[in-house]
Every structure is written in C-alpha cells, then in structure tokens.
C-alpha cells in the first residue's frame, strides 16, 4: 500500500499543478499582451460571468457536504463575499475587509467599464456551450464529490492573486480605453485570495491525510485547471465567429 505524503511534500504536489494553470493558455498570453481586440475583451468578460454565478452555489454545495461545524462555519464567509450582504458591504470570506457589494455586482461595474450592457451580459446572451458545459462540470463535481475535493478544486486560488494583479497591469497599459472603475472587482479580489488560498491549503493539507484521499485532492485541484482552461478553448474558438 502506498504512503501517504508528508505534508510538506503534499503541499509541494499540490504547488505543482501551477503549471497546468490557466495563464499559460494562448488567448489569456494574447490577452495580457494587447493583442485581444475589445470584442474579444468583451466576450471573456462575458463569459467570465457565467463562473461567477457559479461560485456561490458551489461554495454552498461544499458546505451541504461537509459535516465538520467549524469547517462549514469558515466556508460560509464565500456565499457573502459573493453575492453580497444586503448591508451595502462584503468584505472577505472570512467576514472582515471590504468587498463592496459582492463579487457578482464588482463584476457587473466590469462588463460595463468594458463596454458590455448590463442587460446583455445578465441575460447570458453571449455565453459559449463550452464554457457553459465547463462550468457546469464544475458545480456537478463539487455537489457530488467529497467536500474535502470541493476544498481542493478551490486552490487555484494559490496561483491567482499575482496573476490577476499582472492583469490590471497590462490591462490598463494596454486597453486604456477601459473605465478604470471597473478595475474594483480585481483590486477587491487579490487581497482576499490570498487570504483564503492560504486557508484553503491548510484545511486540505488538515483532512486529506491518506494516500487516497491526497490523490483525490491532487486530482480536484488537476480537473479544476481544466476547467478553466476549456472554458478559454470556448471563448478562444468563439471570439471571431
């Protein structure tokens, strides 16, 4: 029977996947270089919306699966950061900072800044099969799945936070003809990423301590970067057509 890692060695496994992240996909380099046009700029956008929707769900179905109390309580911050408190703030998933109204209306003032009506982005109007099927997969897995799994897929958060600050970078360097105001979603995200990247590698690294159960969390977090890379083949595929 194989033996279970030690935990700086499933830590590194995990830290492995960086490369397979979505940043290294060919339309996020043309992306962050200047060479999307604002069309292609909208689609992802776009597009990009149809994951946000899916986020609060599936932090939800994480935690209708787990059955640990005070990992439910620290996984619940999610659903607010999200979709917002109804008091006019956020903040962190952890209930402390300030995230505005909530991810969704951060990203909402995005499509905007990028020239998207509000309309035509809440109606789904320009949502690709594929990144909707992706997405979809998603939120499949992580209702069906182990929570320790759902916790797991999540760590992609370890390899966004300096991703997404390099894309205000280029960002405004490069499409100057963006409204610097829908720059709040990124500049409210980074921060709590890497917050909650943190804690997501702690509670993994806390409950996955079998052999079996560390593949399964190397496997979630592998299928997750998959995800993420096929919803950009959609967008990719799609973006002159």
């Known amino acids: 029977m194989a033996r279970p890692l030690s935990r700086e060695g499933f830590a590194a496994r995990l830290h492995d996947l960086r490369g397979r992240y979505w940043d290294t996909h060919p339309f996020h380099l043309r992306?962050?270089?200047?060479?999307?046009?604002?069309?292609e700029l909208r689609r992802w956008?776009?597009?990009r919306w149809y994951y946000q929707l899916c986020l609060t769900r599936k932090n939800a179905a994480i935690i209708a699966n787990c059955p640990l109390p005070e990992v439910r309580r620290s996984w619940a911050g999610r659903l607010g950061y999200q979709d917002g408190t109804g008091d006019g703030g956020t903040g962190g998933s952890d209930g402390t900072g300030d995230g505005g109204e909530g991810g969704l209306a951060d990203w909402l003032v995005l499509a905007e800044a990028v020239g998207l009506d509000r309309a035509e982005v809440l109606d789904e109007r320009h949502v690709a099969r594929g990144v909707r099927f992706a997405v979809d997969g998603y939120l499949h897995f992580c209702q069906t799945?182990?929570?320790?799994?759902?916790?797991a897929a999540a760590l992609t958060e370890m390899f966004s936070p300096d991703h997404m600050a390099d894309?205000?970078?280029a960002w405004r360097e490069h499409y100057r003809w963006i409204d610097p105001a829908g720059y709040a979603y990124f500049e409210h995200r980074i921060p709590v990423?890497?917050?909650?990247?943190?804690r997501t590698l702690e509670l993994v690294l806390d409950h996955c301590v079998t052999e079996a159960q560390q593949q399964a969390a190397v496997d979630a977090l592998a299928f997750k970067c998959e995800v993420l890379r096929a919803m950009l083949d959609a967008v990719d595929y799609g973006a002159d057509r």
């Open 167 to 169: 894309r205000v970078t």
């Open 31 to 39: 992306l962050h270089s200047g060479g999307c046009t604002p069309p």
């Open 145 to 151: 799945r182990p929570w320790t799994e759902g916790v």
């Open 193 to 198: 990423a890497r917050a909650d990247s943190a």
């Open 45 to 47: 956008v776009a597009n």
